[in-house]
Each structure stands twice: as C-alpha cells, then as structure tokens.
C-alpha cells in the first residue's frame, strides 16, 4: 500500500534554531517528492521537488535531501524565523499517476 | 499572472444543505484536481479534471461531485451536508492531465464549516 508517513507530528523550537523534519515513503513506482509549506488555513506551497536522481534541493534555507534506497526524505531548516510557523507536507508522487500526501508536521517557532 | 483563485473563501452552511464552489486555473492549465483537507490531516484527492473530462475520482460519496467549463474553471458541488463535511477543500491546477510528473500549485482553499 503507498504511504508517506512524517516525523514528528509536531515541534517547537526557538527562533534561530535548526530543525529537521523526516518523511519515510512506501510508495512504487517512484516518480518524484516534493515539500509544501502550508500557513494554517492557506493552500500549500512547493518549496522543492526531487526525482529519483537527485538527493539534496535547497530552496533558500530550506534544504531537502532524498535517500531512494531507504525511501526516506527530510526538510532541514536552518537559522528559523517566525514566519517559519506551518505545517511541512512531503508529497510522494508514483510513476502510475497517484500523489500521496503524508499528514504533515506542525512546526511551532517560538521567539 | 493570477495564481489559482478559489471562491468563496469561507462558507458555514447547515446540514442537509448543497454547496458549490469554484475554482479559477492558473491562465494557460487545463487540470483541475479537487482535495480535502481536514484539520491536522493532509489533502484527500477528491476529483481531477482535464480539457473538461473526468480523469480521476478518488473515494468520497457520490454526494461530491464536479465539472470543468470550456474555460477549464471548475465547480465542486457537494449536497446532503455532513458534519463531517466540515474541512478546508483546496483546487490545484495543472498544465498536464499528468499533474504528478508536470507539477500542480494550489489555491488558498475554500474553508467550510457545516453546523
């Protein structure tokens, strides 16, 4: 069955820390994933997006890395904000069309 | 450009009743896809439309249903309203009927409360 499943639910941090968010997939065939930002009650936004030959995107100071082997992903954030306050969505696309959402982290960054 | 447009933004209806909302593509995308998203949940894939023809259905009652116009904007319609309706339901466009592969950005969502 595919499936993205993130970690952790949740997280508070202080700002100016760094984080890192995980995504672990069983999806087949793999096709690409991808990390949205979502600000509460907003659409999600793409911060970046890998296919199966690439294993590090960065977007500013949001840096994705994919492991195909393990089929595990993460987001790291570095030197957060404020503004960084969302939910982090890793989406998993497979080769017949399907895209598979995980439920997303809430990152809390506190000042 | 105009990014994805959805309306309305926000819409508190009463069980038992239909609701339509919509959604307005990015000029040039020919997909439309439908989600739903309940609080601290990711997107369900609800409906995907492409130049106007069902392209994919995802499992929700055959009380949602959709449509997309000659001018690719599209319509979710939903009658019979449960609470469990209650959910932020966001359009995302597309300039591939394979939105998977070519990318699909989102709109900011229509927000529904059923009471």
């Known amino acids: 069955k595919n499936q993205v499943e993130q970690s952790p639910q949740s997280l508070i941090i202080l700002e100016g820390k760094n984080c890192t968010l995980q995504?672990?997939?069983?999806?087949?065939?793999?096709?690409?994933l991808r990390w949205y930002k979502q600000d509460t009650g907003r659409g999600p936004v793409s911060l970046t997006i890998?296919?199966?030959?690439?294993n590090t995107k960065s977007n500013g100071r949001y840096t994705a890395t994919l492991d195909a082997d393990t089929k595990q992903s993460s987001l790291h954030i570095t030197a957060s904000q404020l503004s960084d306050s969302a939910s982090y969505i890793c989406?998993?696309?497979?080769?017949?069309?399907?895209?598979?959402f995980g439920k997303g982290t809430r990152l809390h960054i506190l000042p | 450009d105009a990014g994805v447009t959805q309306s309305p933004t926000h819409l508190i209806k009463t069980r038992g009743q239909h609701v339509t909302l919509r959604c307005s593509p990015i000029?040039?995308?020919?997909?439309v896809s439908w989600y739903q998203q309940v609080l601290g949940q990711g997107p369900q894939f609800i409906f995907q439309?492409?130049?106007?023809?069902?392209?994919g259905r995802g499992n929700f009652p055959d009380r949602f249903s959709a449509r997309q116009f000659p001018n690719y904007s599209s319509e979710l319609n939903v009658n019979a309203l449960l609470l469990g309706d209650s959910a932020l339901y966001l359009c995302?466009?597309?300039?591939?009927?394979?939105?998977?592969?070519?990318?699909?950005?989102f709109g900011s969502g229509t927000r529904l409360t059923v009471v």
């Open positions: 989406v998993v696309s497979a080769g017949d069309d399907k895209i598979i």
């Open positions: 995504c672990n997939y069983t999806v087949s065939p793999f096709s690409n």
């Open positions: 439309y492409y130049e106007k023809e069902e392209r």
């Open positions: 890998m296919t199966f030959s690439e």
């Open positions: 000029s040039g995308h020919k997909s």
């Open positions: 995302a466009s597309s300039p591939s009927s394979r939105p998977s592969n070519y990318g699909y950005t």
